[in-house]
């Protein structure tokens, strides 16, 4: 189905239910848009409570676990959106939301949504190059998941070496990676997987740099080919350029001119 079916199927599904349902179902499918990195439709499907990115989003009649979920919903979307755009001021909007969102969810005793918040609050604060706070707001969140939750665990995993392989604590990055690899293994998440083996290839090539060592550069080369795999079964085009565009920088890196620029004009086509 294409994003205009999905929003038109919403607004069809939406037409004649209570406030809360309407609510419950924008954020499923905006969560579900923005996991293929379709962030301006994301935005849209949240339209009847968000119309201002700017702005708190209306939750009057909606209850308190309803409110929760919409806050995190249009603030991380406000940090993706931001981050895209570069728009000033969009990460304090995305962790203000996203803050009053883990207050409700810690009223609520919902742990894993406290969690999964604040992997989310991590984010903008990786945006805004505030590494410490990153790193310490996905060591909280990590610590308030048992052992059930192997997929927030990966994705939190993920986002913390992300952390460290920007703050060039590379060996750091990588542990975190090996720990994440057989929960991400487990999963059938395709954007997960992309994103792991993304975010690994980077990893790898930095290593490369540092360490000056070849077989760090062909281990980049499968993690970015298994990085396209996952990111194209998962639909997400936006990633899908930034791995070519990555592929386009480590084949520069390596000298071959050649290859570097028909990654990255595959990039721009995408």
């Known amino acids: 189905m294409n994003l205009t079916s999905q929003l038109t ?39 009847e409570f968000w119309p201002e990115r700017t702005q708190s989003p209306n939750v009057e009649g909606l209850d308190e676990s309803t409110k929760a979920e919409l806050l995190l919903r249009t603030g991380a979307l406000a940090g993706w959106l931001g981050g895209a755009d570069q728009s000033e001021g969009s990460q304090e909007t995305a962790k203000d939301l996203i803050t009053k969102s883990i207050e409700i969810f810690e009223k609520l005793k919902e742990a894993r949504r406290v969690a999964e918040a604040r992997g989310e609050l991590a984010l903008c604060y990786w945006r805004e190059g505030s590494y410490d706070e990153a790193r310490i707001t996905l060591a909280n969140a990590l610590n308030l998941l048992d052992s059930h939750d192997s997929e927030l665990k990966a994705i939190l995993l993920i986002r913390a070496g992300i952390v460290e392989t920007d703050s060039r604590r590379l060996n750091e990055g990588l542990r975190l990676y090996n720990e994440a690899a057989p929960l991400v293994d487990q999963s059938e998440n395709d954007a997960l997987k992309g994103s792991f083996h993304m975010a690994f290839a980077l990893l790898f090539r930095r290593l490369a740099v540092a360490e000056g060592r070849s077989e760090f550069f062909d281990q980049a080369l499968i993690e970015n080919a298994a990085a396209s795999f996952y990111h194209e079964k998962a639909g997400n085009i936006r990633y899908l350029a930034r791995v070519e565009n990555n592929l386009g920088y480590l084949y520069f890196t390596i000298g071959q001119y050649k290859d570097a620029h028909e990654h990255l004009d595959r990039a721009r086509k995408l």
Not at 16 to 34: F, G, S, W, Y
């Open 9 to 47: 199927s919403l607004r069809n599904q939406s037409r004649d239910l209570p406030v809360i349902q309407r609510a419950e179902l924008a954020c499923q499918l905006a969560k579900q848009l923005e996991k293929a990195g379709e962030y301006e439709a994301a935005y849209e499907a949240l339209g």
